[in-house]
């Protein structure tokens, strides 16, 4: 039985509060941190680092399916990644595309809707052309969403947001009025999708370096000192145990306060 299915139970039969498993978060979002360390410390090349890193992100998206979240979005490569070393950022755009093209029938399979976010107009147009590819083959998938975060950076995002908001006023077909958060979030990459409950970043880093800035608004947010390489479902079930003793308020107060 899933964590899900647990948690349906607990809710179906009235188990008390005590007695049922936390309740699981809708969207998590994970900033996938570490990969060059763990190479490092092994006396490998940091791009033996990331290519562990796709294992551990099967791993992690296989065990995310079985406990039953629903939205999973993974940084993969940041608009400032642009600044490492040519050799490291070609590596990365070949893993993505290795992933795709070796994972897209599985995820299929598996019933998941992959989207991207991010800015693909940098992107070499074999790679634009798989991610096209994945979003058309799963857009009907109900099953679980993967958005991997690609080329992708909460600044741009929202400038770009803002453009196009300006673009329809200076076109007379909205008034400043009109511009909500609502209208905002609406034009961003993650138009539709419910705002992640919970971030996790590895590695013991403690920032966002430009990740959901917008979505993440109240989401939990969640540290863990293991290198993403290490990441797998044991990992994950403590960020969700860490997830399920917070207490989500909203500006509001305290239950029972
Ligand atoms: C995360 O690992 C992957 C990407 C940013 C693409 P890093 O490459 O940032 O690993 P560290 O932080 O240098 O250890
Ligand atoms: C964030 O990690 C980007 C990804 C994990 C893809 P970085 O390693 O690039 O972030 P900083 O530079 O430590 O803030
Ligand atoms: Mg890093």
Redesign the pocket.
Known sequence: MTMADRQGLAQDTGVAAAAAPAALPRHIAI???GNGRWATQRGLPRVEGHRRGVEALRRTLKAARDIGIEIVTV????S??WSRPPAEVSALMGLLKRFIRNDLAELHEANVRVRIAGDRTALDPDIRALLVEAEALTARNLGQTLIVAFNYGSRQEIAAAARALAEEVARGERTPESITPEAIEARLNTAGIPDPDLVIRTSG?M?L?N?LMWQAAYAELVFQPVLWPDYGREALEEALAEYGRRERRYGGLAAGR
């Open positions: 900033i996938m941190d940084y993969s490569f940041s400032e990644n880093e920032r370096s990740f």
